[in-house]
């Protein structure tokens, strides 16, 4: 059963801390998502990959966060220094254009003290 | 900028009742999503729809889209207790050239609750 696997699915912090989320994409998906999902802004698109390309980062706080695809089988979002207001889940998802499915992974929750 | 606007937030209904929740969107779009979330899980795909007058359904949950209109609907037949959660629809913008660029923008969900 293919899915997106995020690790880790929980961390705690405290501020000023390296974060690094990782995730997993579907084997055989063309495109990656990073989204940040809070009470207060809902889902928010971070950083959007196709066939490991940068598409749209336009969501990300460019001075802290950094998102990358080193290959197929990974992609990272790092928090360089963490603060509180980065507390949040972070769900990754991964699909295909030409069809448009797109599934979610089970997120990391990310708590900076 | 793509501005995708649901409601309601909040509907709170009996079961067996019958209900819609609405999805607007700003600009065109080819394609939208809906999607279940419970609480503290991940989003559980429900639908996809791809073009104009497109209409899918799954159990007591029908959505449509109108791409004139700019609006999705998903309605919800005979509600049951098992359907609360949050719902939440996306939409993909579209490049320049027209083709599916693929980043969704989410609406802020309804949050559900079907109650005996």
């Known amino acids: 059963d293919a899915r997106v696997t995020q690790t880790p699915r929980h961390k705690v912090t405290e501020m000023g801390q390296e974060v690094t989320m990782r995730c997993q994409p579907i084997?055989?998906?063309?495109?990656v998502f990073w989204y940040r999902q809070t009470m207060m802004q809902g889902l928010e698109l971070l950083a959007y990959f196709r066939n490991r390309a940068p598409l749209d980062d336009s969501g990300m706080p460019k001075d802290r966060f950094s998102a990358e695809m080193p290959d197929a089988t990974l992609a990272t979002l790092k928090i360089q220094p963490s603060e509180p207001r980065d507390s949040a889940v972070y769900f990754c998802a991964s699909g295909l254009v030409l069809t448009g499915e797109l599934f979610f992974g089970e997120g990391s929750r990310l708590t900076v003290l | 900028e793509l501005k995708v606007e649901q409601n309601p937030l909040f509907l709170s209904m009996q079961e067996g009742k019958n209900y819609t929740i609405y999805c607007n969107y700003s600009t065109t779009s080819d394609r939208l999503y809906w999607y279940r979330q419970d609480p503290g899980k991940s989003l559980e795909s429900l639908f996809v729809?791809?073009?104009?007058?497109a209409v899918k359904q799954e159990g007591r949950l029908m959505a449509s889209l109108d791409t004139k209109a700019r609006l999705s609907t998903l309605h919800i037949t005979a509600a049951v207790h098992d359907l609360s959660a949050t719902y939440f629809c996306a939409v993909a913008h579209l490049n320049p050239y027209g083709g599916s660029q693929g980043n969704l923008i989410f609406g802020k969900g309804t949050k559900l609750s079907v109650k005996p």
């Open positions: 729809l791809l073009s104009n007058g």
């Open positions: 084997l055989g998906h063309n495109t």
